[in-house]
């Protein structure tokens, strides 16, 4: 039972307290997705198994995050979002321990199977944090949220390992299941009551994702530009292990420094969202994507230049993770009602993008080198920006007004009981 003097007033932003909570959510329920990489080996030989045969644990814990996107985000819309989030994190909280108890391979991967599926809070989160923020700084609000979600991620393959190499595998599920078990009972005792602006029944807001994506060419705009930057993204990281294994020569942990770079990402984020909020749109996604574009210039000579391939892996990650930022500002409000089924089209396809790019990436490696890759991953990143900079004229709303002569220009849209603003442009972003 969901007490009604736990809502929020909408007038009112969320304190800053507020938003690091869901931060720190993000965080957790993130680094539950990567647990099991730094395990593999260990938990090989605890189970007797070849470690091959354990490989399939990340991809299907990958699998099911994928499909939770897909299936378990858009009810966010039709349900309260405090009550969905409870419920997964608590769910999490019971596979962690199953997994931590799994007697053979297959339950082990399994378990992280379920786990995938379970986990997509941070793309929930992200919704519910605007929701509470009341319109009022939504790209900063998402700046600090994602900062905790890669926090999360770069932390959890660090821990992981760590614990694992004195505790064994075991004690590093066991400690996950403890730490989201106890963000359940914060988050009961502080996140408020986040009912939908309109609800919606489960099966209408599934099946309505596809329509929401083809019915707004400014989501379209949004969605596809961003995927495009998942291509040139996932592009990047996959050959990067090759070019240091084969190139420089370099053993796994000193490969695993480099994801390092996500430190820098998740300061960033809070600034990239600042931006967001001052520039508008089209520049602010202008000067995002182009920051990862001169990181892919940056990384041309990286094959035999390793401060150029350090400058350009930074430039590349705080540009890619600055634009997501961008993209779920814009996309949050442009249509508050349906800001989970957004976020699910979007992450859906930047995940698709990402996947696309690393086999596109492992492909141009083969082909001919760290120079193949690097086109492949310019040449999506200059597709991205052509998307997202080329200037367009929204969509006439009935009973809204519209600027004559102005094609990124306010647009307002109504939502049930709200009329809220998107801005698309510098102008318009500063009145």
Not at 289 to 302: D, F, K, T, Y
Request: contains cysteine; glycine residues 10%; positive net charge.
């Amino acid at each position: 039972m969901i007490e009604s003097d736990r809502r929020v007033p909408e007038e009112r932003p969320a304190p800053l307290r507020l938003t690091a909570l869901l931060a720190t959510t993000s965080a957790v329920t993130g680094a539950n997705v990567y647990l099991g990489q730094p395990l593999l080996g260990d938990a090989a030989r605890s189970l007797h198994v070849p470690v091959g045969t354990l490989g399939a644990l990340p991809t299907a814990t990958q699998i099911g995050f994928a499909a939770g996107i897909a299936l378990l985000v858009p009810a966010g819309d039709g349900v309260d979002r405090r009550r969905l989030v409870l419920g997964l994190c608590t769910a999490s909280a019971l596979v962690l321990a199953a997994c931590a108890m799994a007697p053979t391979a297959f339950w082990l991967i399994a378990g992280g199977l379920l786990l995938g599926i379970l986990s997509p809070v941070p793309q929930l989160v992200a919704p519910v944090a605007v929701a509470l923020a009341g319109g009022h700084r939504i790209g900063r609000t998402l700046g600090v949220v994602q900062g905790g979600l890669l926090v999360g991620v770069l932390a959890s393959r660090t821990y992981a390992g760590a614990l694992a190499s004195v505790a064994g595998w075991r004690a590093v599920f066991w400690c996950s299941c403890a730490a989201t078990a106890l963000l359940v009972l914060v988050l009961r005792r502080f996140l408020p009551s986040v009912p939908p602006a309109a609800p919606v029944a489960y099966r209408t807001a599934l099946m309505s994702v596809p329509k929401v994506f083809a019915a707004d060419p400014r989501i379209r705009r949004v969605t596809l530009s961003g995927a495009l930057v998942g291509i040139s993204f996932g592009a990047f990281w996959t050959p990067l292990t090759l070019l240091l294994e084969e190139g420089y020569h370099y053993g796994p942990a000193t490969v695993g420094l480099f994801g390092l770079v996500a430190a820098a990402s998740a300061l960033v984020s809070p600034l990239a969202g600042r931006l967001a909020d001052r520039l508008g749109w089209r520049l602010a996604q202008t000067v995002m994507i182009g920051a990862v574009l001169v990181g892919w210039a940056l990384l041309l000579p990286g094959e035999t230049g390793l401060g150029w391939l350090i400058a350009g892996v930074v430039v590349l990650d705080i540009g890619t993770w600055s634009n997501q930022v961008g993209c779920q500002r814009v996309l949050f409000a442009l249509r508050p009602a349906m800001q989970s089924r957004l976020n699910a089209c979007y992450s859906t396809l930047r995940f698709l993008g990402i996947a696309t790019g690393s086999l596109a990436g492992t492909l141009a490696w083969r082909y001919d080198g760290w120079s193949a890759v690097s086109c492949v991953g310019a040449t999506a990143c200059a597709a991205a920006l052509l998307v997202a900079a080329l200037p367009h004229r929204a969509p006439p709303i009935a009973g809204t007004p519209q600027c004559p002569g102005r094609s990124d220009d306010l647009v307002a849209e109504p939502s049930g009981t709200h009329a809220v603003a998107l801005y698309l442009s510098p102008a318009t972003s500063r009145r």
